[in-house]
């Protein structure tokens, strides 16, 4: 009975070990893969930034291929595929690019696997993902003693904050029908979807007038918070924008504190987009931001890490705690620990990525200088787009506050048509991505420079690329 399974064993072992690769196949496996990597950044400034094609033969089906076929497979169908979101001729929706430093952190952490989410488990790794969390904090004039967390992105870390938002109020039951939440009609989707799926679908949503520069107006907020006290509801969530995915505004963040706090309603800020932006001369805008009670925003954007992390600062760590830490037998281990320092408390997520090295070491190899050198570079690149549009005979939305904005052409006829006609021509082209919207029922196309890679030569090929299309609708 042993001898058969210790024959059993042999046998098994010998095909599961192809899972534990010998070095010399690890240092050739790497390598191919890092020729091709090397490649693929080599040519990035002169392949398309976007191709309309299909994907294909992408199907598993459990045989054996080699290294060297299946990165010539995803070459041609991932990577000549729709966007390529690591260049930068990538100018639509947010870019940001992915910076090399936190692909070589993606690799470590995958290899080593620290389990990131509880202290007990990995001291080292939990403290990581909890000093990146501090670091956010500093950036945005935090307390110490609120606490954060990191996600795959924005959508989710506005539902750990609005979740928490929503328990802090007690939104629950039939107070769901008399509660009220204002925001702009310029909020990014994510804001609504969140409440759809936290249960609030049947809340009441006011959308505010906004200015000329598409920012909230806090007086017709104020004005009508008081209106809704006066008709017996409960006004209890407000959502502002530090950068709006449209049209790069950052919401009066002071002015609406005033009013949070005075009516005393969770202030939610969005700064997914803009918020790293606190980093440059525009500093000021963000006045009041370190007032918010929560805060989300996306290193995968304004600091140009690969897509997959988003964070949420919350200053009542009671309020995050009530829906997300939970006590199992099998977790009794590190029961004695303090809560805080365990991620997994924090956030939906028990195990996962550990996605805190790939912002660590890049701030710890590059520090930040580069980084906010980069975000000053994107604004000045927006305003010498602009100026070039304007020379071209284009109209363009107002001065945004940060690196997003819009244009369309003035055609004598058919203006709405010939602008969807452009932006057609735009994407077949596809030598530079732009992306279009609707701003006040009209069509416009939208440019969004933050792609670290994105250069005065690239918006240069940009304008290069839009007379070409021009052109063609004329
Ligand atoms: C991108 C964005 C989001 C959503 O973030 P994801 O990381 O895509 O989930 C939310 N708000 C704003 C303002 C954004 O620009």
Redesign the pocket.
């Known amino acids: 009975m042993e001898t058969e399974i210790i024959s059993k064993l042999k046998e098994l072992s010998k095909i599961s070990n192809e899972l534990d690769l010998p070095e010399e196949i690890r240092t050739t496996l790497t390598q191919e893969v890092i020729n091709y990597t090397n490649n693929f950044i080599n040519k990035l400034s002169t392949v398309r930034a976007f191709t309309d094609k299909s994907a294909n033969n992408l199907a598993i089906d459990n045989n054996k291929k080699s290294i060297s076929h299946l990165l010539n497979l995803y070459q041609k169908e991932v990577v000549e595929t729709g966007i390529n979101a690591a260049s930068g001729t990538h100018l639509g929706y947010?870019p940001g690019g992915g910076i090399y430093t936190a692909a070589l952190a993606d690799f470590i952490a995958a290899i080593t696997n620290p389990f990131a989410s509880v202290y007990y488990a990995s001291p080292g790794a939990a403290t990581i993902e909890n000093e990146v969390v501090n670091w956010i904090k500093a950036v945005f004039s935090f307390p110490k003693n609120s606490v954060g967390s990191l996600l795959s992105?924005?959508?989710s870390s506005?539902l750990v904050a609005i979740t928490a938002a929503r328990d802090k109020h007690k939104i629950k039951n039939e107070k769901i029908l008399k509660s009220v939440v204002y925001l702009s009609e310029q909020v990014?989707h994510?804001s609504q979807k969140a409440l759809r799926i936290l249960g609030l679908e049947d809340i009441i949503i006011r959308y505010i007038p906004l200015d000329e520069f598409h920012r909230i107006k806090p007086n017709a907020l104020e004005t009508q918070i008081k209106k809704d006290i006066d008709a017996g509801l409960y006004p209890f969530l407000i959502i502002a924008?530090a950068?709006?995915?449209d049209t790069g505004a950052i919401d009066p963040l002071n002015d609406i504190a005033n009013i949070a706090q005075q009516y005393k309603i969770w202030f939610h800020v969005?700064a997914?987009?803009g918020g790293f932006f606190i980093l440059t001369s525009k500093k000021e805008k963000f006045n009041g931001i370190e007032r918010a009670d929560s805060l989300i925003v996306?290193p995968?954007?304004a600091l140009f890490l690969p897509y997959g992390i988003?964070a949420v600062l919350i200053k009542d760590k009671d309020a995050v705690l009530h829906s997300n830490h939970y006590t199992a037998n099998y977790m009794q281990d590190g029961f004695s620990e303090e809560l805080v320092q365990s991620p997994s408390n924090l956030s939906p997520e028990l195990t996962k990525h550990f996605r805190g090295l790939r912002m660590w070491l890049p701030l710890q190899i590059h520090g930040i200088e580069p980084f906010k050198a980069c975000l000053e570079e994107k604004l000045l690149l927006l305003n010498y787009f602009r100026n070039k549009l304007l020379s071209l005979g284009f109209k363009v939305g107002p001065e945004p506050d940060l690196s997003v904005s819009y244009f369309w052409y003035p055609f004598k006829e058919n203006q709405e048509e010939k602008n969807k006609q452009l932006m057609d021509a735009i994407h077949e082209d596809g030598s530079v991505f732009l992306s279009s919207s609707t701003i006040n029922t009209q069509f416009v196309i939208r440019i969004a420079i933050l792609a670290f890679r994105t250069k005065k030569e690239t918006v240069d090929k940009a304008i290069t690329m839009i007379e070409r299309c021009l052109k063609k609708i004329n």
């Open positions: 947010i992105g924005g959508s506005t990014h994510s924008t950068g709006t995915t969005d997914a987009y996306d995968h954007k988003g």
